[in-house]
């Protein structure tokens, strides 16, 4: 029988902007999860990242499973009013589509899900970020699975060395899902030519090319494709099977100490450093800085072990700093240049009315000159 983790989350209203959901809302989404989810689900933690709670399910009955999915629909739904009634800002933000069709992907919340038959011991990562997008796990995922220089099994250890196979994903096709996939090592660089652009090219899933097992799933919902406008960042979550024929636990969190600068920050319309942060965090900094945080698991028969926080060590305090001093140092050329996103990704519209009204006030030097000559030439 094959164990799913299903993850799910979304955005549904937080205490003095978009900071962090209030403990009434979290106690309430949690009495609402231990009432419904009756026999369908063998067992559930909630943690929230930002202003973003997510669901961790595990269950026997696959992925993308429609009684599953509808529980998190109904509990955020019920978590809405609860936010609404709250005075929450926000309240349901991520609930994007009225009624609940089968599947929330494609609805707003996002979804990770792995399904695998457990090994004789499970041990796997469950990824949360804030104010960011899913391209922000793009280059800790490179690193972690494709280069040695980040994960020494890729040369010591027999399995890791056939490589990695990337499912990634064109996120910004919208008809459908458009995909390709390759192998490390020997399509590394086209993963890098793809990887290098985080707002087109997403990583969906990774598959060891040893065993065939999947490793790693991201969600990789686009809020604006859905809405077609601005209702908020991504906030990815992804799911990361971990030791034996996978990279460790370290090997996967290593890269995090980059800090990368990635889309989103302050009206998901900024470029910030990605802040490996503590389970239940908020956000502060110019509504920001990214954020991500990592609970380490065990499961067997579906039973969780309690999270441990795989950020809550010394080593990341001195990180936190000097990603906190590139914050600082990128908010000192506050819109200019790299600091804002490039004019397509920008989240909010009122530029756009701006800049049309400056086209009206443009005008063509050599042209205009050359007209004026012209009308001068016809008068005399
Ligand atoms: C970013 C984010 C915030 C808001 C900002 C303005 O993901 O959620 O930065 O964009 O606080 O919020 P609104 O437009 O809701 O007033
Ligand atoms: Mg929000
Ligand atoms: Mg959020």
Redesign the pocket.
Same mark, same amino acid.
Do not use: C, E, I, L
């Given at each position: 029988m094959k164990t799913t983790i299903t993850a799910i989350k979304a955005d549904i209203g937080s205490i003095g902007?978009?900071i962090c959901p209030s403990k009434k809302l979290l106690t309430s989404v949690e009495n609402y999860i231990k009432e419904y989810k009756k026999d369908l689900i063998v067992d559930y933690r909630i943690s929230y990242t930002g202003d973003d709670i997510a669901f961790l399910f595990t269950h026997f009955l696959g992925k993308d499973n429609k009684d599953v999915h509808k529980l998190a629909w109904d509990t955020f739904k019920y978590g809405s009013e609860v936010a609404e009634s709250q005075g929450l800002y /926000?309240a349901g933000q991520d609930l994007l589509k009225d009624s609940f069709s089968g599947n929330v992907k494609g609805m707003g919340p996002a979804v990770a899900e792995l399904s695998f038959k457990e090994r004789p011991n499970e041990p796997f990562l469950f990824f949360a970020a804030d104010?960011t997008d899913p391209g922000a796990y793009n280059l800790p995922m490179y690193l972690s699975f494709s280069d040695p220089m980040y994960n020494s099994g890729l040369i010591l250890s027999s399995p890791m060395s056939k490589g990695f196979r990337f499912k990634i994903m064109d996120v910004s096709h919208t008809e459908n899902d458009r995909l390709i996939e390759l192998n490390t090592p020997e399509d590394l660089y086209d993963i890098a030519s793809l990887l290098r652009d985080p707002e087109r090219f997403v990583v969906e899933s990774i598959d060891s090319v040893d065993s065939g097992e999947q490793a790693v799933s991201v969600s990789t919902t686009r809020l604006r494709n859905i809405a077609g406008k601005y209702t /908020?960042?991504d906030d990815p979550i992804a799911l990361v099977r971990v030791q034996g024929s996978f990279p460790a636990t370290g090997e996967v969190l290593a890269p995090y100490n980059i800090g990368p600068y990635v889309a989103?920050f302050?009206?998901?319309s900024h470029t910030g450093p990605l802040m490996p942060v503590k389970q239940n965090t908020s956000v502060s900094f110019f509504?920001g800085p990214p954020v991500v945080s990592c609970a380490a698991y065990c499961v067997r028969d579906g039973i969780l072990t309690e999270p441990v926080d795989a950020f809550d060590h010394p080593y990341w305090d001195q990180v936190r700093t000097r990603i906190s001093e590139k914050a600082t140092e990128i908010r000192k050329q506050g819109f200019f240049g790299n600091a804002m996103l490039p004019y397509s990704e920008l989240e909010y519209g009122g530029i756009v009315e701006k800049l049309d009204k400056l086209e009206q006030q443009f005008y063509n030097r050599d042209k205009d000159v050359l007209s004026e000559v012209e009308e001068t030439d016809m008068v005399s």
């Open positions: 902007g978009h /926000g104010k /908020g960042k989103g302050m009206r998901g509504d």
